[in-house]
């Protein structure tokens, strides 16, 4: 039995290991969808046709329940997906409702009006088309009320990464991160609001300086999902584990491995 983890590239390998480590006894199939990555610079109906597929893909193998790990996916495809009609008894759930849970202390069930939370002034790094889609900053007002966001595009950082030009990809952190400041000079919290930006979760920290608290999606998105399988345990669905991927599956799994330094294998989807 598998649930679906799905992201444009190799950034969801950050929820992906959170969630194997949060739930052992859980199967998962990972698809990464390397040949058409980076989605962030993308237009929203790209993005909405890919992951579409994608999704569609990983539900025909077996996954009754489907994560999308890419927040540009979450961004941009996830509620039209839903309002189009997702097959009975399937499932796909996007990334940014923990973040939030996270940052507003309320529970995604929580229906009473938005009201005011302790953070502030919160800062949003993401890819464009992410940043483009105002997509966080309007579930974020579903809840919570008075609370400045500054979002700033990390144009770079996700070539970067699956480049694996860690070096490249730190300096792009702190020119990103100064850009951000000079808008927000003294954020209280910040999300990185990309699966692949928690590999360079110590960078943007240190740029942050220690007083700025750095919300990183990985953990959380585990938290939520054990807890979302013991209200549903029948969305564990069947089908292969496992790794699969639109590129190149021995390019793929070397950096695959080289990121969680431990022997990753890719098959071609």
Same mark, same amino acid.
């Given at each position: 039995?598998?649930?679906?983890?799905?992201?444009?590239?190799?950034?969801?390998?950050?929820? *992906?290991? !959170?969630?194997?480590?949060?739930?052992?006894?859980?199967?998962?199939?990972?698809?990464?969808?390397?040949?058409?990555?980076?989605?962030?610079?993308?237009?929203?109906?790209?993005?909405?046709?890919?992951?579409?597929?994608?999704?569609?893909? *990983?539900?025909?193998?077996?996954?009754?329940?489907?994560?999308?790990?890419?927040?540009?996916?979450?961004?941009?495809? %996830?509620?039209?997906?839903?309002?189009?009609?997702?097959?009975?008894?399937?499932?796909?759930?996007?990334?940014?409702?923990?973040?939030?849970?996270?940052?507003?202390?309320?529970?995604?069930?929580?229906?009473?009006?938005?009201?005011?939370?302790?953070?502030?002034?919160?800062?949003?790094? #993401?890819?464009?088309?992410?940043?483009?889609?105002?997509?966080?900053?309007?579930?974020? !007002?579903?809840?919570?009320?008075?609370?400045?966001?500054?979002?700033? !595009?990390?144009? /770079?950082?996700?070539? !970067?990464?699956?480049?694996?030009?860690?070096?490249?990809?730190?300096?792009?952190?702190?020119?990103?991160?100064?850009?951000?400041?000079?808008?927000?000079?003294?954020?209280?919290?910040?999300?990185?609001?990309?699966?692949?930006?928690?590999?360079?979760?110590?960078?943007?920290?240190?740029?942050?300086? +220690?007083?700025?608290?750095?919300?990183?999606?990985?953990? %959380?998105?585990?938290?939520?999902?054990?807890?979302?399988?013991?209200?549903? +345990?029948?969305? *564990?669905? /069947?089908?292969? #584990?496992?790794?699969?991927?639109?590129?190149?599956?021995?390019?793929?799994?070397?950096?695959?491995?080289?990121?969680?330094?431990?022997?990753?294998?890719?098959?071609?989807?």
């Amino acid at each position: 039995m598998a649930v679906g983890i799905f992201d444009s590239g190799l950034g969801g390998l950050t929820v *992906l290991n !959170a969630a194997q480590t949060r739930l052992p006894e859980v199967d998962f199939l990972y698809y990464a969808d390397s040949a058409h990555a980076p989605y962030g610079v993308r237009n929203a109906e790209d993005i909405y046709n890919l992951t579409r597929n994608a999704v569609q893909d *990983l539900w025909s193998r077996g996954c009754d329940l489907v994560i999308l790990a890419c927040n540009t996916a979450s961004a941009a495809a %996830l509620r039209r997906m839903q309002e189009e009609g997702v097959p009975q008894g399937k499932r796909v759930l996007g990334v940014f409702v923990p973040l939030i849970e996270a940052l507003t202390e309320r529970q995604w069930g929580d229906n009473s009006p938005p009201r005011e939370v302790a953070v502030k002034h919160v800062a949003l790094f #993401a890819t464009p088309a992410t940043v483009a889609s105002r997509a966080f900053q309007r579930e974020l !007002a579903f809840r919570a009320i008075g609370v400045d966001v500054e979002a700033q !595009a990390c144009g /770079g950082v996700v070539d !970067a990464i699956e480049d694996g030009d860690m070096i490249l990809a730190e300096a792009l952190v702190r020119s990103h991160v100064d850009a951000l400041k000079r808008k927000m000079p003294n954020p209280q919290a910040a999300i990185l609001g990309c699966t692949h930006y928690p590999l360079m979760a110590e960078a943007f920290q240190a740029a942050l300086g +220690p007083d700025v608290q750095v919300f990183s999606q990985g953990d %959380l998105v585990a938290e939520s999902l054990s807890d979302y399988l013991q209200r549903h +345990p029948d969305m *564990l669905g /069947g089908g292969e #584990a496992g790794y699969l991927t639109t590129g190149n599956p021995q390019k793929v799994s070397d950096r695959a491995t080289q990121f969680l330094r431990r022997q990753i294998t890719f098959k071609a989807a």
